[in-house]
């Protein structure tokens, strides 16, 4: 077993390519059975809905999970590929930075400052994403009913998961060739005249802005904050879930972070698990941006403000 590999991804693929390197013979037993064929509560899955795991597939959770497996499988077996297993077609890895030559200049002209919105989810980052939109702000070609941006999550999902999860030093280094060749895509299929005053909001941008700050060096940032109490009482993130793949990777690290086993993770209410990952992102957030970032650079917007002056606010902004 491979120690270094990120995830239940690819390995299969990866125990039979290792015995094989080995001299070792690798065999198929003739013995189909039905994946999937009950759900937990026992009932008989019978089409695609029945099924939150394979409706689990199609979430960028998953795929920003599964990419970051390929990637490794891709890297690691490069002198096979390409290749097919059963479910994963695998083409010869290439290093993101190598599809960022040759940019054209105006691209470059406006690639290096976005302006990047933070906001812990829950935390009224939705609000922030109107905000800024009002004033001017293209936040990228797919905004969804939160104000996300569509274009970066998978770049931006992956990029947590390589930071914190994968352990070979080559795939941790990724991160920031893979934010900026996302935001390349994102830019050329952009009109020319919102790429003068562009930007994208994601709440796991709290957890990147080290990565963010190296990929996009004259960036600004503007943060929201709303009453921590508030956060934590709404519904759940999914940065404060196990039910996907950023969760089980985020509420860890809060615990962790917090002095505190993981096991008490399944003890603690939903509102616990709100309150550590709110802590530890913004307390990650705030020491970077007020330590790092001048005036010129960083702005804090105050969720409580828009809703009492938001005239003031929006001129402020």
Same mark, same amino acid.
């Given at each position: $077993?491979?120690?270094?590999?990120?995830?239940?991804?690819?390995?299969? &693929?990866?125990?039979?390519?290792?015995?094989?390197? *080995?001299?070792?013979?690798?065999?198929?037993?003739?013995?189909?059975?039905?994946?999937?064929?009950?759900?937990?509560?026992?009932?008989?899955?019978?089409?695609?809905?029945?099924?939150? *795991?394979?409706?689990?597939?199609?979430?960028?959770? %998953?795929?920003?999970?599964?990419?970051?497996?390929?990637?490794?499988?891709?890297?690691?077996?490069?002198?096979?590929?390409?290749?097919? =297993?059963?479910?994963?077609?695998?083409?010869?890895?290439?290093?993101?930075?190598?599809?960022?030559?040759?940019?054209?200049?105006?691209?470059?002209?406006?690639?290096?400052?976005?302006?990047?919105?933070?906001?812990?989810?829950?935390?009224?980052?939705?609000?922030?994403?109107?905000?800024?939109?009002?004033?001017?702000?293209?936040?990228?070609?797919?905004?969804?009913? =939160?104000?996300?941006?569509?274009? $970066?999550?998978?770049?931006?999902?992956?990029?947590?998961?390589?930071?914190?999860?994968?352990?070979?030093?080559?795939? *941790?280094?990724?991160?920031? =060739?893979?934010?900026?060749?996302?935001?390349?895509?994102?830019?050329?299929?952009?009109?020319?005249?919102?790429?003068?005053?562009?930007?994208? *909001?994601?709440? /796991?941008?709290?957890?990147?802005?080290?990565?963010?700050?190296?990929?996009?060096?004259?960036?600004? %940032?503007?943060?929201?904050?709303?009453?921590?109490?508030?956060?934590?009482?709404?519904?759940?993130?999914? &940065?404060?879930?196990?039910?996907?793949?950023?969760?089980?990777?985020?509420?860890?690290?809060?615990?962790?972070?917090?002095?505190?086993?993981?096991?008490?993770?399944?003890?603690?209410?939903?509102?616990?698990? $709100?309150?550590?990952?709110?802590?530890?992102?913004?307390?990650?957030?705030?020491?970077?941006?007020?330590?790092?970032?001048?005036?010129?650079?960083?702005? /804090?917007?105050?969720?409580?403000?828009?809703? &009492?002056?938001?005239?003031?606010?929006?001129?402020?902004?």
């Amino acid at each position: $077993m491979d120690n270094l590999h990120p995830g239940i991804h690819g390995i299969g &693929t990866d125990l039979v390519l290792s015995a094989q390197q *080995k001299g070792a013979r690798c065999y198929v037993i003739n013995a189909p059975s039905i994946h999937k064929y009950k759900d937990a509560q026992g009932k008989i899955i019978n089409s695609i809905d029945d099924s939150p *795991k394979i409706i689990d597939r199609v979430n960028y959770a %998953y795929i920003a999970d599964k990419q970051c497996c390929d990637d490794y499988i891709r890297y690691k077996w490069d002198a096979l590929t390409p290749f097919s =297993s059963i479910v994963t077609q695998y083409e010869k890895w290439r290093h993101p930075a190598e599809d960022l030559k040759g940019l054209p200049l105006e691209i470059l002209a406006c690639l290096d400052n976005p302006i990047i919105l933070l906001g812990k989810g829950g935390g009224g980052s939705r609000m922030l994403s109107f905000l800024v939109e009002d004033c001017g702000v293209c936040l990228g070609n797919t905004v969804n009913v =939160s104000g996300d941006c569509m274009d $970066m999550v998978i770049a931006v999902y992956q990029g947590v998961i390589e930071k914190y999860k994968c352990k070979a030093a080559w795939q *941790k280094e990724l991160v920031v =060739s893979q934010l900026r060749l996302a935001a390349v895509r994102m830019l050329k299929s952009m009109d020319s005249a919102k790429r003068a005053l562009w930007g994208f *909001k994601l709440p /796991e941008n709290l957890l990147l802005l080290p990565e963010l700050n190296q990929a996009f060096p004259c960036a600004r %940032y503007i943060q929201m904050f709303r009453n921590p109490v508030k956060t934590c009482l709404r519904r759940t993130h999914m &940065t404060a879930r196990l039910d996907n793949q950023i969760g089980r990777v985020t509420l860890p690290l809060a615990y962790r972070e917090a002095g505190l086993p993981v096991s008490q993770i399944l003890a603690d209410s939903s509102a616990l698990r $709100m309150a550590y990952t709110t802590l530890h992102q913004l307390k990650c957030a705030l020491s970077f941006c007020r330590n790092q970032l001048d005036s010129s650079r960083y702005y /804090e917007v105050y969720f409580e403000d828009l809703l &009492t002056k938001p005239d003031e606010s929006v001129r402020n902004v």
